[in-house]
């Protein structure tokens, strides 16, 4: 009889929310770029990712052996396809992620790779239930990868996917996923401590010191490697609870955005485009105008009224400099310590807008 696991793979399947694709179930999104990584690339294989993104995708590329290559970011803080067009080379893997859940140009992404032998990955981690014209995302690509958690778009207690249509892929995949431990008993403490320690130095980096940013490097390494479990049966099995929910979850974080894209629709504030067929992770908007530790404060005030804000997506350049090769990323520089973050999990009522409005007035008019 097929384990839990294997029970929550075929319901995935069988909701067709991902075409054709069959999917593997993994401990976390990292560890299906991880395994992606393993599978697709050659030791000391380049990687081109954007420069705005979680520290993950550069903790992935390192444990895979993988050279990173950092690239600038389109308005929408996506990996702009002209500059990955600039230095792709054939073998090279380019993943694109829906930052956000905002989709990014994954047409010509993939035309890009295409053309120039590349390999193209797409990463869904924030935009589970979003469509690209009439197609799902997760269903671009050589491949795609998914993240669960509660922070995440299905609210459930952890675990990632693979996304696969070939066939010969799916083989390789599996075997590399029947390699891996079991979750470490010590991940939450660990994964606390260097959240709190990132976190610091983040803020740091913010407040006119980019130099912290690069400690990152450092803890990261000293962690361990975080990244690379398999999933248990409790979390796939909350999951299979969460996904048949997502139609309704979609719908509410939508509304959520409509509402701050109302109340935020000032002078001197620059919101980032959300499409209406895509399913939002976070309202994101950019104070372009304040500085770091301006924003940094904004998004203080933003909590101090009960609400869940954050900025923490810095250049990723900055948090591994000479490990890195990366051009130049001066939209990546200039938004990443002025982005603002708001949670979209619950529903978002028009008091709470309205706060968020005031605040962000009373700076930009400072």
């Known amino acids: 009889m097929p384990g839990v696991i294997e029970n929550t793979q075929s319901l995935i399947e069988s909701l067709e929310l991902f075409g054709d694709r069959r999917v593997l179930l993994v401990?976390?999104?990292?560890?299906?770029?991880?395994?992606?990584?393993?599978?697709?690339?050659?030791?000391?294989?380049?990687?081109?990712?954007?420069?705005?993104?979680?520290?993950?995708?550069?903790?992935?590329?390192?444990?895979?052996?993988?050279?990173?290559?950092?690239?600038?970011?389109?308005?929408?803080?996506?990996?702009?396809p002209g500059k990955v067009d600039k230095v792709v080379r054939e073998g090279d893997l380019v993943l694109g992620i829906h930052i956000f859940g905002i989709p990014c140009d994954v047409e010509k992404l993939e035309e890009i790779c295409n053309r120039n032998g590349a390999i193209f990955i797409e990463d869904v981690a924030q935009s589970i239930g979003g469509y690209i014209a009439d197609?799902?995302?997760?269903?671009?690509?050589?491949?795609?990868?998914?993240?669960?958690?509660?922070?995440?778009?299905?609210?459930?207690?952890?675990?990632?996917?693979v996304l696969i249509d070939d066939p010969e892929l799916?083989?390789?995949?599996?075997?590399?996923?029947?390699?891996?431990?079991?979750?470490?008993?010590?991940?939450?403490?660990?994964?606390?401590?260097?959240?709190?320690?990132?976190?610091?130095a983040f803020n740091m980096a913010r407040m006119d010191d980019p130099g912290k940013a690069s400690e990152w490097y450092g803890e990261f390494k000293s962690a361990g490697d975080i990244y690379n479990y398999s999933i248990s049966d409790e979390e796939a099995l909350k999951i299979s609870d969460e996904i048949k929910k997502l139609g309704n979850i979609r719908d509410t974080r939508t509304d959520g955005v409509g509402i701050y894209r109302e109340q935020l629709?000032?002078?001197?504030?620059?919101?980032?485009?959300?499409?209406?067929?895509?399913?939002?992770?976070?309202?994101?908007?950019?104070?372009?105008?304040?500085?770091?530790?301006?924003?940094?404060?904004?998004?203080?005030?933003?909590?101090?009224?009960?609400?869940h804000a954050s900025n923490l997506y810095l250049p990723l350049h900055w948090l591994a400099p000479g490990h890195v090769t990366v051009g130049e990323c001066p939209r990546a520089e200039h938004a990443g310590i002025r982005i603002i973050n708001l949670w979209l999990t619950d529903g978002i009522p028009e008091r709470d807008a309205s706060r968020v409005r005031d605040i962000v007035v009373k700076w930009v008019n400072r």
Do not use: H, W
């Open 265 to 307: 629709d000032i002078d001197r504030v620059e919101c980032l485009e959300y499409p209406a067929e895509c399913c939002p992770y976070r309202f994101s908007f950019i104070l372009p105008e304040l500085s770091g530790t301006e924003v940094q404060e904004v998004t203080n005030e933003i909590r101090a009224e009960g609400m």
């Open 27 to 80: 401990g976390r999104g990292a560890t299906a770029l991880c395994v992606l990584y393993r599978t697709l690339a050659p030791l000391g294989g380049r990687v081109i990712l954007p420069s705005i993104g979680c520290p993950s995708l550069l903790a992935t590329a390192f444990i895979s052996g993988l050279k990173p290559v950092i690239v600038d970011v389109d308005r929408n803080l996506n990996i702009d």
């Open 170 to 200: 799916y083989k390789l995949v599996s075997g590399e996923i029947s390699k891996l431990s079991e979750r470490p008993n010590d991940l939450a403490l660990t994964a606390s401590v260097l959240r709190d320690k990132l976190t610091n």
């Open 135 to 161: 197609r799902q995302v997760g269903t671009f690509g050589k491949a795609s990868i998914l993240s669960f958690a509660g922070g995440k778009i299905l609210p459930t207690k952890g675990g990632g996917a």
